[in-house]
C-alpha cells in the first residue's frame, strides 16, 4: 500500500509538472526548469514531511524496525529515477548529467537520514502511544527539515551570495537544497551547475543518515539481547 500511495504522489506532481507548461505558447527551458524545480520540490517534500507522518501514524512494526525504513527508503528511492534522471533531456529541464546526479544523491542522502529518524522513533514510540511520543517525533522530524530554511529566513544567510556562490547552507534542509543544486545559473552559459563543495555536503548528509540507521540498529539488537 505504501508503494502504490508513493506512485500515485510520483505521478500527481509529475502530472502537475507538465500541466503547469501546457499553457504556454512555445516550451522552452527557462520555463520547463522553474516546472521541474518546484516537482522536484514538492517530491521532496513528500519524502521530509509525509513519509514519516503516514509512518508514525501507524502501528509500529513488532521487529526490524531499521530493517522497515530502509525498505521504505528502496520503495522510494527506485521509483524516484524516473522523475529525477529524465530532467537531463533537452525536451524536460536540460540540465547537466552532473547537476540531474547530484540531485539524485543529495534526495537518497536525506531519504536516508529520514530513514533513520523513523528507525529512531520506532524504538521509543510503543503500540500503546498514538499522541505526545509521536508528535514529538513528528516535530523532531519538521525541525531537522526546517530548521536551516527558518534560520536563513531570520539571519539573512545566503540572501546576498552570488550565482557563482555555492550556497552550502542551504543543503542543510532538504527543501532549499533542492533550490540550491537546480538553481538557475544561465548566466554563466549554463542552466545549473555543481560545485565541489556542494559533493561534500550531500557526502557528509549521507554519512549521518548512515550514522543513524546504524545506531538504530545498534539500539534494536541491544534489546534483543535484553529480551533474551
Do not use: K
Request: charged share 10%; with cysteine.
Amino acid at each position: 500500500m505504501f508503494a502504490l500511495l508513493w506512485m500515485i504522489y510520483l505521478m500527481v506532481v509529475t502530472a502537475l509538472m507538465f500541466a503547469s507548461i501546457t499553457g504556454a505558447l512555445s516550451v522552452s527551458q527557462s520555463i520547463t526548469r522553474p516546472a521541474a524545480r518546484a516537482m522536484l520540490l514538492a517530491t521532496m517534500f513528500g519524502i521530509a514531511i509525509a513519509w514519516p507522518m503516514v509512518r508514525l501514524s501507524q502501528n509500529v512494526p513488532a521487529r526490524g524496525t531499521v530493517g522497515s525504513a530502509l525498505r521504505d527508503w528502496v520503495v522510494i528511492i527506485v521509483p524516484l529515477q524516473a522523475v529525477v534522471i529524465p530532467q537531463m533531456f533537452p525536451v524536460l529541464a536540460g540540465w547537466p548529467l552532473g547537476v540531474v546526479l547530484a540531485v539524485d544523491a543529495f534526495i537518497c542522502a536525506w531519504a536516508l537520514v529520514i530513514a533513520g529518524l523513523i528507525a529512531m522513533s520506532y524504538r521509543s514510540v510503543g503500540e500503546a502511544d498514538r499522541g505526545v511520543g509521536r508528535a514529538l517525533w513528528m516535530a523532531i522530524v519538521m525541525l531537522v527539515a526546517l530548521a536551516a530554511p527558518i534560520t536563513g529566513m531570520l539571519t539573512g544567510a545566503g540572501a546576498t551570495a552570488g550565482v557563482v556562490d555555492a550556497r552550502v547552507g542551504w543543503l542543510l534542509s532538504p527543501l532549499t537544497g533542492i533550490i540550491e543544486l537546480a538553481r538557475d545559473r544561465s548566466v554563466l552559459g549554463q542552466g545549473a551547475h555543481i560545485r565541489p563543495a556542494h559533493w561534500r555536503m550531500i557526502a557528509a548528509i549521507g554519512c549521518v543518515g548512515t550514522a543513524l540507521c546504524l545506531f538504530g540498529y545498534a539500539l534494536e539488537v541491544a534489546r534483543r539481547t535484553d529480551r533474551a
